[in-house]
């Protein structure tokens, strides 16, 4: 059975640190990894990897994917309190014509001043 | 450009009762998604649509119905509402399939009593 997992799930910081969170999957046919920021209501799109060994960066967010481990992480650099959120990885397979998108549970993230 | 647009924002059922949750993008995207997401869960994904008058089952489809008989709009329709049915709805779109990123409405809070 496909699954995505992530650890840990949850998280507590203050301001300043450096987090890292991961997410290992288990997929028949990968076809790429996503990873999502939900805060209170809708996630918002953070990265997509499909290549091993290329970092993607956005300001103090970086992602790499390891497709050989079968893992991704999400690193966070001089965490803000506003980094405060779920963070979700979901792995997209081929299977069907869209591609299903299949989610781990999250990691909540809690930034303290 | 509004991007996703859902309604309602919040709803509460009695069980047997139906309704429509209506979902509706203006990024002329191809393909649209529900996911229900449950307390400290991640997406799991309901029903999908690749196009106009195009729909699939995804995970999770036993209760619901959907319909796409516009590119723009793409309704859940919960026949007849069960405590199990209590989740918040997210409805999503991408442009392309397995490709392309997703982009996420705001969410429907569902609570059946």
């Known amino acids: 059975e496909d699954k995505v997992v992530q650890s840990p799930l949850s998280l507590v910081v203050h301001e300043g640190d450096t987090v890292t969170l991961n997410c290992s999957y288990e997929?028949?046919?990968?076809?790429?990894l996503l990873w999502y920021k939900q805060e209170k209501k809708a996630p918002t799109f953070l990265f997509m990897l499909t290549s091993s060994g290329i970092e993607k960066k956005s300001g103090r967010l970086s992602s790499i994917l390891d497709k050989k481990e079968l893992f991704s992480i999400l690193n966070i650099t001089a965490t803000q309190t506003g980094d405060s959120a779920v963070y979700l990885c979901?792995?997209?397979?081929?299977?069907?014509?869209?591609?299903?998108?299949?989610f781990g549970k999250g990691t909540k993230l809690s930034v303290k001043p | 450009n509004a991007g996703v647009t859902q309604t309602p924002k919040f709803r509460i059922l009695k069980i047997g009762q139906s309704m429509t949750l209506q979902c509706t993008q203006d990024m002329n995207h191809n393909y649209m998604y529900w996911y229900r997401q449950d307390p400290g869960m991640g997406l799991k994904l309901i029903y999908y649509?690749?196009?106009?008058?195009?729909?699939d089952k995804g995970e999770v489809p036993n209760g619901y119905n959907v319909s796409r008989s516009t590119t723009e709009d793409f309704p859940l329709r919960l026949e007849l509402a069960a405590p199990s049915q209590t989740s918040v709805y997210f409805c999503?779109?991408?442009?392309?399939?397995?490709?392309?990123?997703?982009?996420f409405g705001p969410g429907t809070r569902l609570t059946v009593l």
């Open positions: 649509s690749v196009g106009a008058g195009i729909t």
């Open positions: 979901a792995v997209r397979d081929y299977g069907g014509s869209q591609g299903n998108l299949i």
């Open positions: 999503a779109s991408s442009y392309a399939g397995a490709s392309d990123t997703q982009y």
């Open positions: 997929v028949t046919n990968f076809r790429s």
